[in-house]
């Protein structure tokens, strides 16, 4: 494997600080792999860096000077500040701090066929899709995932081919540090309001990034969605008037309403949920896929995928057994148990958009009674998008919301779940504020019924109340 050659980055001693990060601990794999010497604190402990520790990685609970101790250079995470006591002794020690995702860009130039998963929505199945598929083809690619993939053993793999593959955020324009061979683009949606001014702002990040995708590689994108749709048709006119030779790249679509390249038609839903469709790619039938992941939006992902697959020389046949046996990704309509038969179920849906596909797809799964338990994720994402939230669980007979996590932010005056609960009250919606988990899993062992689902979700920890709950007794039948 190659070294990287960055400028003004000399020497072998790599620390990483929030090294408990999906996306940072990938990395910190990817470079110890590579032969660097790697170091990281965090701010606690976890399965993640328990994991790197195993994996020979010193690892620093806590965050303080001397961490750093015979680093070389740094990487950091936008969630950490200038007064970090790591960054500060960094800078007086004159060492090169790179953020994450310059770092990620830089890896990825290393190989020849990088890919990048872009989309306001559903980046880390998209991606874990494909992973499966190209695994399956013997094509060996290096894996990022942002999230835990049963497949990969976690969420990163290291492969000795010229195949990379990982997924591109938008936030704070992180992919734009990329120059992917391929650039795949599922939906443009208003998101992450605390970085970007409005819609229009996020489309030209899009934008953006499309611009930097190689001029004889793919641009793939879903030309359901009016803005990814808007993109790849203005396509044409941004490479004539700005980009010499770009011509060339090749440009890709899947959809099921509209006409695209690669098209869901005679879609079916059985018992569970789980979908099936004839797959058409150019008006040719290329046979009936089955996926073990429920939802719609689970066959826009599948679409996605089998575009790219194709695009790269993968046969049909390969794409649809492995889309197949493709059973998800952990936090993503994750089976947790049941208790007194109740379904157990944990979703990441933190977004409005996800919350209505989350719920749908629920819906048509067997239940007598849904109970969904929403923990909202960020003060900025509920107060810029409240009246969509207060709108999102038309398909949920019982909502539960529990305090905002925070993350990356300060609370913000007015803006909690007390005020969301009583906005989805007078939408006619069953709902109420819990102010603990252990209350949320008390209220649910006691009213919740044989046959009905629990469904917890939030990009937080909200995925503690399905545990909570799932330990109570069982009840005397």
């Given at each position: 494997m190659k070294k990287l050659h960055l400028e003004k980055l000399t020497g072998n001693h790599v620390h990483f600080i929030g090294i408990g990060g999906i996306s940072m601990s990938a990395l910190a794999e990817i470079l110890l792999h590579k032969g660097y010497t790697v170091t990281g604190s965090d701010l606690k402990q976890s399965q993640i860096t328990d994991r790197l520790q195993a994996k020979g990685i010193k690892i620093h609970i806590g965050h303080k000077a001397?961490?750093?101790?015979?680093?070389?250079?740094?990487?950091?995470?936008?969630?950490?500040?200038?007064?970090?006591?790591?960054?500060?002794?960094?800078?007086?020690?004159?060492?090169?701090?790179?953020?994450?995702?310059?770092?990620?860009?830089?890896?990825?130039?290393t190989y020849p066929y990088s890919i990048g998963v872009a989309g306001s929505h559903g980046k880390t199945t998209a991606t874990s899709m494909l992973s499966l598929i190209m695994r399956r083809a013997r094509l060996d690619p290096t894996i990022l995932v942002g999230g835990e993939l049963d497949d990969i053993g976690g969420n990163v793999r290291i492969g000795n081919s010229g195949y990379f593959i990982t997924e591109a955020c938008e936030y704070n324009e992180s992919f734009l540090n990329f120059k992917p061979y391929m650039g795949i683009i599922l939906n443009i949606d208003e998101d992450h309001l605390d970085y970007f001014k409005d819609i229009d702002r996020i489309y030209e990040a899009f934008v953006q990034y499309s611009k930097l995708i190689s001029p004889k590689g793919f641009i793939i994108g879903c030309g359901d969605d009016p803005l990814v749709s808007k993109l790849l048709n203005e396509r044409n006119i941004?490479?004539?008037?700005?980009?010499?030779?770009?011509?060339?790249?090749?440009?890709?679509?899947?959809?099921?309403?509209?006409?695209?390249?690669?098209?869901?038609?005679?879609?079916?839903?059985?018992?569970?949920?789980?979908?099936?469709?004839r797959a058409v790619y150019k008006e040719q039938d290329m046979g009936r896929f089955e996926l073990k992941v429920p939802g719609k939006y689970n066959i826009y992902n599948a679409l996605a995928a089998t575009a790219a697959a194709w695009a790269i020389g993968i046969s049909v046949d390969i794409i649809r057994d492995s889309l197949a046996s493709f059973k998800g990704t952990h936090r993503r309509f994750e089976i947790k148990g049941s208790l007194n038969d109740i379904?157990?179920?944990?979703?990441?849906?933190?977004?409005?958009?996800?919350?209505?596909?989350?719920?749908?797809?629920?819906?048509?799964?067997?239940?007598?009674?849904?109970?969904?338990?929403?923990?909202?994720?960020?003060?900025?994402?509920?107060?810029?998008?409240?009246?969509?939230?207060?709108?999102?669980?038309?398909?949920?007979?019982?909502?539960?919301?529990?305090?905002?996590?925070?993350?990356?932010?300060?609370?913000?005056?007015g803006v909690n779940s007390q005020n969301l609960a009583r906005a989805i009250l007078d939408k006619g919606k069953s709902c109420r504020y819990m102010s603990s988990f252990d209350q949320a899993a008390s209220f649910l062992d006691e009213n919740a019924q044989p046959g009905d689902l629990v469904l917890t979700m939030g990009a937080g920890d909200v995925f503690k109340v399905a545990d909570i709950f799932l330990k109570k007794p069982k009840r005397a039948t």
């Open positions: 001397s961490n750093i101790e015979g680093a070389d250079w740094l990487v950091y995470t936008i969630a950490v500040k200038d007064h970090n006591p790591e960054i500060v002794a960094a800078k007086e020690k004159n060492l090169p701090i790179i953020e994450r995702a310059t770092l990620l860009g830089h890896i990825m130039e941004w490479s004539a008037a700005h980009i010499r030779n770009i011509t060339n790249i090749r440009k890709v679509s899947f959809a099921i309403k509209n006409q695209g390249d690669w098209m869901a038609r005679d879609i079916k839903y059985n018992h569970k949920g789980h979908p099936s469709y379904t157990v179920i944990d979703d990441y849906a933190h977004h409005p958009t996800e919350v209505r596909a989350t719920l749908e797809a629920a819906r048509k799964y067997p239940h007598k009674k849904i109970w969904c338990v929403f923990q909202p994720h960020t003060y900025t994402r509920t107060e810029k998008l409240f009246y969509e939230f207060s709108e999102s669980f038309i398909d949920a007979d019982e909502v539960i919301l529990t305090d905002i996590y925070a993350a990356r932010e300060d609370a913000i005056k």
